[in-house]
């Protein structure tokens, strides 16, 4: 496991670029597990955790600060701290039973923290004025578990959560003029679960998906600005926070196969947007808004196919709930929206879609009820 490096970016006075600022702390992914050979009782290694991303900082408060960039994804600031996935669970081998080795577990995103003044301005598609994200990581799938008696496949671990994504911009103007190139964005995801190990045996066993990491909290005050955007699906500005996805459950197969349930979806975090004093919000675009606050909770995992003589169907994962989302107004702010599907202001909480269970094949099938 290695952890993502802090890094620190301090400017004052004029600057000028053409790359834009570009700040990453990337963790280090975990090592793949090995497997399980026995002539009894096989049981393989669990993966290796990820790491955790660092902290991320830019300040840079001189109203005389410029940044213009060109080309596809030439974000003026782009500041991103991203966890390392788990490591697959290695595979279990033995006649009288067999475990699949667990998945490592997905580091948690650092924290990203902005400060920033003066103009920004970008030219090419995707290429954001802003970009700040906190990304967790992925867990590490798990193992299966493969023999003639007693099979029991490996669980996913946890994934890890985003962390908190804070950005303060003011006494400026950010001009996009590509598609897909918003103003502002600002976003923190949680780690989507690996899927579980499947199962084969007289009795099989797959295991059940694990929950979602979270997404984190994100914070974004704007003063005295102007943000201008001309493409299509290029929105002022963008606060998101999603959760993860659920794990999906593996399968199993023998004479007798249990079922397996999908893993819940992760919560999205809190969402605040403020603005103050005065600002101007214009875009130009088809879809492109000007202000979303958006928490939306990730999806449940879906459950494992269940194949045997006797077969009971598992139940699929929970959707994550949404958190809070809120937008805060203290003073004189215009919001302009030109083309067509071009919501001006949304903010909205959204809570995840459950998973989908499976039907059991078998000559006897249990199929487990969804409980809404």
Request: charged share 10%.
């Amino acid at each position: 496991m290695h952890r993502g490096a802090d890094h620190i970016c301090y400017a004052n006075g004029l600057l000028t670029t053409f790359a834009g600022i570009a700040l990453y702390s990337d963790a280090g992914h975990g090592g793949l597990a090995g497997e399980g050979l026995s002539a009894n009782v096989g049981t393989g290694g669990t993966g290796g955790a990820g790491g955790d991303g660092g902290q991320v900082t830019v300040t840079a408060l001189s109203a005389s600060n410029k940044i213009t960039t060109a080309g596809t994804a030439g974000h003026g600031i782009v500041a991103i701290s991203e966890a390392g996935d788990g490591g697959d669970g290695g595979k279990g081998h033995g006649p009288d039973k067999a475990v699949g080795g667990n998945g490592g577990q997905g580091g948690s995103g650092g924290e990203v923290a902005v400060q920033f003044a003066g103009d920004i301005t970008t030219s090419g598609k995707q290429a954001q004025g802003l970009l700040i994200q906190s990304l967790g990581g992925a867990s590490g799938s798990g193992g299966e578990g493969d023999s003639w008696f007693d099979g029991n496949g490996g669980l996913a671990s946890e994934p890890g959560p985003g962390g908190l994504a804070k950005l303060t911009y003011q006494n400026g103007t950010i001009t996009t003029q590509g598609a897909e190139a918003a103003g502002i964005l600002a976003t923190s995801i949680g780690g989507f679960d690996g899927g579980s190990g499947g199962a084969s045996g007289f009795v099989a066993f797959g295991a059940s998906g694990n929950s979602a990491g979270d997404g984190g909290g994100v914070q974004t005050s704007v003063q005295n600005a102007t943000l201008t955007t001309a493409g299509y699906y290029s929105a002022g500005l963008i606060a998101l926070s999603v959760g993860g996805g659920g794990g999906v459950a593996g399968p199993d197969a023998g004479v007798v196969a249990l079922g397996t349930t999908g893993g819940a979806g992760g919560a999205g975090g809190d969402v605040s947007v403020t603005l103050t004093d005065t600002n101007a919000i214009t875009t130009n675009g088809v879809d492109a808004a000007g202000v979303l606050a958006l928490s939306v909770g990730g999806g449940g995992g879906t459950s494992g196919n269940n194949n045997g003589a006797v077969a009971l169907g598992g139940s699929g994962g929970k959707g994550g709930d949404g958190g809070q989302a809120s937008l805060s107004v203290a003073g004189d702010t215009s919001v302009t929206t030109q083309d067509v599907a071009s919501v001006g202001v949304m903010v909205a909480s959204i809570g995840g879609g459950g998973g989908k269970a499976h039907s059991p094949k078998g000559a006897v099938a249990w199929r487990h009820r969804r409980r809404w």
